[in-house]
Structure formats: C-alpha cells, structure tokens
C-alpha cells in the first residue's frame, strides 16, 4: 500500500480553548512531516466532509486528533481499506487536567503541561500511522459450517435445535443409549410463567421429539468423542463407542516428569508411541465449532458422617429423590437438608447454589401432592429464589405441609423404623428432633469436567482445559464478559457444565451458546478474530527462521492457538487466535508481530515521545494501559475532571500479556523516568479477558526488577498495577502517586545518554 497520510486536529469539546492549535499543527507538519488541518468539529458533518473530500483526492492514511478511540468509531471509519488512527487528547488530554472554576482562567504552567501532553499524542499517532499495515485476513482453504454438539440432554438439544433452525447441520452426541440426560429424569419443572406458583410439564418429551425429527440433526447415541484436533472451521473429530477404551485413555506408566514432558508434546508416549497431541486419524470428520453441553453431575456428599448418606437407610440426594417422585415413590415425611450443618454450620454443600434452593420446593410439593397428611421439611442456611422465583418461594411457604426453617443439623440416624434429625438454632430458638420417613440432601450440580479430560482435545498444552479448578471446574474463560466462551477458541460451553442452572436458564443458555459457535464459524469464514477483538482482521505472523524453539510463546498462550510441529517449532492455528498478543509479550526475540501492533510499532510510538533532558519538573512516565478494563476507566477519570498528572503518558496495549519487556527497557535507556503497566484484576476473582495476561505481566515485571538493579535504576521506578473497568475514580491515585514516588528518586540517570 502506497500510503498518503493526512492529520485533522478538532477543536470541538474544549480543545481549541484549552491547547494552541496552530503550535499542534506545525508539530505534525513539521516534526512529523504530515499534512495537517484543523476543524472545529470533525465529528460534525462538515468535518467529515472534509476528510471524505481528502480522502476521495488519494488520502488513505488518516491521523485524527480528537476524542478517544472508544468513541465515535462510525464518524471515523472511512473504510476497511484505510488506515485511521486516533489520537486521545481529549479524554486524555484536555479533561485531564481539573476543570477550573468558572471565571477563572487555566493556570498557565497547567497550559503547557496542557500542550506537552497533547504534542506527544499527534506524535505517536503519527508515528503508529507510518508503521501500522492494512490487515490481510487469514482464510482457510475450505471450511466446514457444521456444529458438533457433544451431550443430549436439555442444554444440548436445545443448542441443536436452535443451531439447525438458523440453517446449520448439526451433529449431536450423547454418550448414553437415550436422548435426555438427567432431565428424562424429572417428574416436573419450574414455574416459567406467571403466576409463577405452579409446577409445569416437564419439556424434554416433546424436545426429544423435535430434534429427532430433524433433518439437520444426526444423532449419535451411546457415542462419546475420542478426539478433536484442528481449529474453528476445521475442527476434526473421532468418535467411539461410549464406554469403550481408547489409547488416549490408557494409564501412562510414566513418571511425573516424563508425563509432563508428553503433554508438552516433548517425548513420545511410551504406551502408544506417539505424542500426546498428535491427530492419529487423518479421517476425522470435520466440523466448524463444538458447543459443549456435557452436563453435571451430583456433588459428593458422603464426606458429611453425620449426615450418614451413604451409611444409613433412607438418606438420598435430591438426584435420587427426584427419580423416586418420577415413579411416584414419595414418602409421606421428608426433612430436606440444605445445609451439612455440624461444624460447618453457616457452609452449604459443594456447588449449591439457587437451583438446589428451588429443587428443595418443588420436591416439598411432591411430598404433599403425593400424600394427604404429607409433612415437608426444609431446614436450611441459606435459601435463594432469585427474581419471579421469590413467588414460587411465597406460595410453598404458604403450602400447608410445607415447613422452612433455618437450623443447624446435627445428627441423622435410625430410630426404629424413621430416621432421627436433630436440628440446633432453629428461626425459634430452639432445639429440634423431627421423626421422618427419609432425609433428602441438597448435593450441588457439579459440572463434568471438573477433573475430567472430557474434551479429549489433541492440543500440545493437553486434551482438557487448562486451570478449571481454579474455577470450581467450570468451563467459562471470562464469567464477566463473554458467557459460553472456554480456554479454546469454537468451543463453547452451556447448561450445568457452565453453571448450575434450572431448565429455563438452560434453554437461554444452549441458544446462546448455538448463536457463539454461529458466530465464529462466520467470523473464520471472513477471516476476521471472534470475540473479545471481534472483526478483527489482524493475526500474529511469526519470523521463524529467528526462532529458538524456547515454547514461551506456545506455553503462555491462554487460549492453546500453538502447537508444534515435528521439529518442536510452534505451529500457529490462526483460527484459535483471539489476538491478544500474549505470544508477542512472551517472545525473547520479537519475531511475534501484527500488521497493526507489534514490538517495533509501540516501541516507534515510545521512542517518539519528547523527553525532556533538564528539567526536573518535566519528567516523563510511560503507562501502557489495557484496552479493556483500564483504558476505559482511565477515558472515564477524564470524563469526571478527576485530574492526571501530565508527566504521564498512556498507550492502550492489546492485553498486558501483549507487552514485551523491550518496550520497558528502551524507554528507560531512552531517558523516561518511569513505567507502569495498567491493567485488569487476576487471581480467583480475575477480570483478564484473556485469562492470564494480567497475571503474565505482573511475572514479568518482577523479573525486569533484576534487570533495572544491573543497569544501576531503581526497581521501584516500575509498577504493575490492576484496576476493573468501575475503578475509574481509584486511576488517578494510583497514577498520581507513582509519578510522586518517580519526582522523589529524581530524574532517570540515562537521560542524555
């Protein structure tokens, strides 16, 4: 591309008031060698108008001084075969300072403070115009728009069902000899509708119905996935006989370390001879995308002695009791233990939540349905009958037969032929001992691949997802912000392996999650990222012949997008990339690039920044911000006048796990006093949108301390720090008191070097 450039500054929104335009212009036609011009409103339609008529005369590369990026996207897009880069000098600029009171004029250091700051964002525009590429979206050869739905209860038909009636083949899979799941099990469900009091039909019947009458659907019972190689719209994958043994199931009689290095794809497997993420079945059917409806199943609660499941007649799980109701085998007095009680006294069981509340209810309703002098007992911790289902709850405690009380139980054991419940600190504030036919406890929905390989992937980093007991064993890659993702990109989870869920929230649930693997096929099909970078045509292009085979980049990559090839060289599936650049951050070498963000792009931007070399007043500090979380709370803190430090300044990175430690390095041998990175929350609460790239960053920057104490800098002259996208009214005390603590150990000793 032959680039002729053009830059307009706006003067809208305070700018022309607070920043001397003309000296902005001649910073860019000068220094910078671009043709400027200046509008007071670009965003209106003559400043538009402007830059189409430039634009219409050759100008292909568009630099605009303005507001942020994350605004006004569509005034700005003039093209997919152009370039436009933005500068924040609004936001970041110009509403950074405190707004003065009114009738009173900005003081003059602030000003140029003012005219610095606004001066270094046109440069590295600039400067990101001349270096950045129009993307060349990558394209498969040939794709497959099929999606392979792996279980056939609730979630997974409905996730086959919606997926086939927006015009898609689908091949579902369900490991048992029936279609249904656990829910061909259940007697009745919630309430879906106003009144919201009554129990309805159970819709799995008629669902079954539905899916099997399809045309789009091929259904494999008694199947279970053996293996899924490849990449969204080339996935392939093998199938056996449920039950049966595959050599991906064989024990390896291996040591911990020789197991390691298998799974790392670093030594063959002395039990089959082959590596462990080695597609043996070149056969293997094709498909698009995976939704991942596997289920749950109940929680363990045996570990609970005095409670005696397990041990003592008549004691069952919810599970167990819902199949007793199916068969209309109700006794007539049931305690309904929500909580294990004993010294766990405030705890619930593993993976309750509201859903076990709610079974609780309806199975109380089955006792007095089923039984004329039926008497239903729920003695719990903690109820919770989120929305319309505070209803369902008010018209069960209104059930005659139906008694809640919170209390602790302590004891469950046989008496005669009844079971004893002795319940402490019950809502009365007494003790009590209830005679009943059978104890029912509230055993959690956990979800399939809580400690299982269940997606049997032939993925170098292994066959399951990574780090899911961190999560309980949930699937989700970001419980925030993108519901249905997992660890691997076309593969997308609902129903109880995602969450615990009643049938309603299933059903959206499965939709949702039909409507992602949709999306993604489409997204491979036009080349273009899926979720969270959507559209993004971009991908990371490596320079291999400079490789050195370290894994770093195919290690820390949250998402498994590398493996390797048979010379242990990293093999990229561009399709399973989400572009974060963590690959990028990762790489010794920086062979790891994108047509529009790589090392030699930032670290340009970096090196055009004007560093002052005499003033210790004028110091200068670089904050590498994440775009998600960060550098919108920080667009936010500007909004609110909260005030910035304008020794500051801020470049939006794809992800902090995008950030490469030469970035940090060269702008402090190049004289700025400071660095801090900006990004989101990790740890078991984490906000990352890709995972780890937060938590990657911070590691590095530890280990960057080591480097800056050999060149005679102090460590503390860099920060890591993590904010949510809420934290816009904490950035400025934590950016404010980091340049504090930079003014105090004075200026970097390299400037002038």
Known sequence: MDKKYCAYICAGCGIGDALDMEALAEVVSGEMSMECKTHKYLCGSEGRALIEGDVAGGVNTIVVGACSPRVMAQEFDFGKDKITVRANIREQVVWSEVKPVEGQAPHKEAAAFLQESASDYLRMACTRAKK????????????????????????????????????????????????????????KSFPSKAPWTDLEENPITTLIAGVEGSDKITVKTATEVARISGAPGNFGVTFKAAGTKTEWDAPQKVTVDQQDLISKGQMEDPNTGLKKYTDTNPDALKVGAVVLATGWKPADVSQYEHLGYGKVKNVVTNAEFEKLAKAGKVPANVAFVQSPGGKDHDKDFPYCNSVTSMVALKQAQYVCQDNADGKAYILYQHMRTPGHMELYYKSAQN?????????????????????????????????????????????????????????????????????????????????????????????????????????????????????????????????????????DATYPEFFMQRCTQCKRCTEECPFGALDDDEKGTPLPNPTRCRRCGTCMGACPERIIGFKDYNIDLIGSMIKSIEVPEDDEDRLRILVLVCENDAYPALDMAGMKRFGINHMARFIPVRCLGSVNMAWIRDALSAGMDGAMLLGCTYGDDYQCHFVKGSEIANKRMENIGDTLKTLGLEPERCAANQVSITDYDKIPQIINEFVEQIVEMGPNPFKGF
């Open 132 to 187: 950045t590429l129009l993307p060349e979206p990558y394209k498969l050869e040939e794709i497959n728009k099929t999606i392979l739905v792996m279980g056939g209860g609730l979630a997974g038909l409905t996730a086959a069902k919606e997926a086939s009636a927006a015009g898609y083949q689908v091949i579902l899979v369900e490991k048992e000899a029936q279609l249904g799941g656990k829910a061909a099990g259940w007697r």
């Open 399 to 535: 059930t005659d037969g139906i008694f809640l009380t919170k209390g602790n139980v302590m004891k469950v054991e046989e008496s005669g032929a009844s079971l004893s419940v002795a319940v402490e600190n019950t809502l009365l504030g007494e003790d009590l001992t209830l005679q009943v036919d059978m104890v029912v406890l509230a055993a959690g929905m956990e979800p399939t691949t809580k400690g299982e390989d269940s997606i049997n992937l032939a993925y170098r980093q292994g066959p399951a997802f990574v780090d899911l007991d961190l999560f309980d064993g949930y699937a989700d890659s970001h419980f925030i912000c993108f519901p249905y993702e997992t660890r691997r990109t076309g593969i997308y989870a609902c129903g109880g392996v995602r969450k615990a869920e009643t049938m309603e929230e299933a059903v959206d649930d499965a939709t949702g999650a039909a409507l992602k693997a949709i999306q993604c096929i489409e997204s491979t099909d036009r080349g273009v990222a899926v979720h969270p970078r959507s559209g």
